[in-house]
């Protein structure tokens, strides 16, 4: 199985600053990464296909880069509706695995 | 817009059985690849299954032999059979899909708790 590990577990932030949330997988799964953002209670919603396209309807100050084994996601400027917690999830193989989340709390 | 809607979770006796029903009204779940997700208390994402545009079926290894994915084309639903549960089933269960991408989740249900227990 691919292991996604996802770092930091958590961080705290600012509004306006930029967030970056790291993803690496355990072996080489070229660009085949989705970052998804879950709010309490809800289900997760895909912010990023792909490694780096935009879902549509997504705002543009999320951002995905990377492939290979290393990729980070994003926000340019965080605001307080971002606050919530972000998974990657690789699809290069079964079993799909994700990342271990990171928690994004407001400083 | 794509809408999943689940149901059928609940509490159940550790051993007992339960189905999940994840329904997308108006579409073809035949056209679609869904997959089961399920979120522990507290915890990250864990695939469960996916069912594949030709009925070809996959299973993570933690419920490979006691779930079953399947679905009804005329009823628009996708269903997770779930067999010999166990404490460690306990969590809300997602269904996801997306239209022509295998591993992708663009479309979510609201989720539907199991809960094991006795």
């Known amino acids: 199985d691919i292991q996604m590990t996802q770092s930091p577990s958590s961080l705290s932030a600012s509004v306006g600053d930029r967030v970056t949330i790291t993803c690496q997988a355990s072996?080489?799964?070229?660009?085949?990464l989705n970052w998804y953002q879950q709010k309490p209670g809800k289900a997760p919603n895909l912010l990023i296909y792909d490694a780096s396209k935009l879902e549509t309807g997504v705002p543009s100050r999320f951002s995905g880069s990377g492939s290979g084994t290393d990729f980070t996601f994003t926000i340019r400027s965080l605001q307080p509706e971002d606050i919530a917690t972000y998974y990657c999830q690789q699809f290069d193989n079964l079993p799909l695995t994700f990342g271990g989340g990171t928690r994004v709390e407001m400083k | 817009e794509v809408q999943l809607v689940e149901s059928g979770g609940g509490l159940i006796q550790p051993g007992g059985s339960l189905r999940l029903s994840c329904t997308a009204p108006g579409f073809s779940v035949n056209s679609y690849y869904i997959s089961w997700v399920r979120q522990a208390p507290g915890k990250g994402l864990e695939w469960v299954s996916v069912?594949?545009?030709?009925?070809?079926?996959y299973y993570a290894d933690s419920v490979k032999g006691r779930f079953t994915i399947s679905r009804d084309i005329s009823k628009h639903t996708v269903y997770l059979q779930m067999n010999r549960l166990r404490a460690e089933d306990t969590a809300v269960y997602y269904c996801?899909?997306?239209?022509?991408?295998?591993?992708?989740?663009?479309?979510w249900g609201q989720g539907t708790l199991v809960t094991v227990s006795s």
């Open positions: 072996q080489d799964i070229r660009s085949y």
């Open positions: 069912i594949y545009s030709g009925d070809s079926t």
């Open positions: 996801g899909g997306h239209p022509n991408r295998v591993g992708t989740f663009a479309y």
